[in-house]
């Protein structure tokens, strides 16, 4: 399952959840640690957090229709003490990450991991290491991809695929390869 959420199904690159933290923040590696720490931290706890809500509440009390509400509810939370902690240990990360922070909140590698963990009927020690492997494998791709746009930048790119064309070819490129980690179907 831990290889699996790294590698073979990675958020970003197999599953396209989270591309917006994903393409904004990875023109410099420094960033993309910070937002890939604080996307593990997240991730990690709200794993955690849902996976206790959804098996021992939402399940037995049969409201099950009101997760996407709370779960948005318990990540908006996690962010909010996530950007207190990291404005304090960090001001200059903080400030780099800018509107990426918050940002968390919406990003929808989050979400879909609680929902992919209540979906599978995973116990709360399951959704745990999920959420954290899958944050993992977000972080991965997004340091991957932010060296590969910094040594773009130093590079001689054709005219018409500068900026934004160039990265979203890098991107796609990067995900073949990752695809490569599923195997021959």
Sequence with gaps: MIIGAILVNNFVLRRILGICPFL???????????MGGAVIFVMTLSGLV????????????QIEYLRTIIFILVIAGLVQIGEIVLQRLSQSLYKA?????????????V?????ICSDEGYGVLRSTVFSCASAVGFSLALILFSSLRERLALSRVPQAFEGTPIALVTAGILAMAFMGFAGVN
């Design 24 to 34: 904004g923040v990875s023109k410099s590696t420094k960033t993309a640690l910070g």
């Design 97 to 109: 990450l800018g509107i990426y922070l918050p940002l968390i909140t919406t990003n929808c590698a």
């Design 111 to 115: 979400l879909g991991a609680a929902i």
């Design 50 to 61: 849902t996976g206790i809500i959804s098996n021992y509440l939402l399940k037995p009390f």
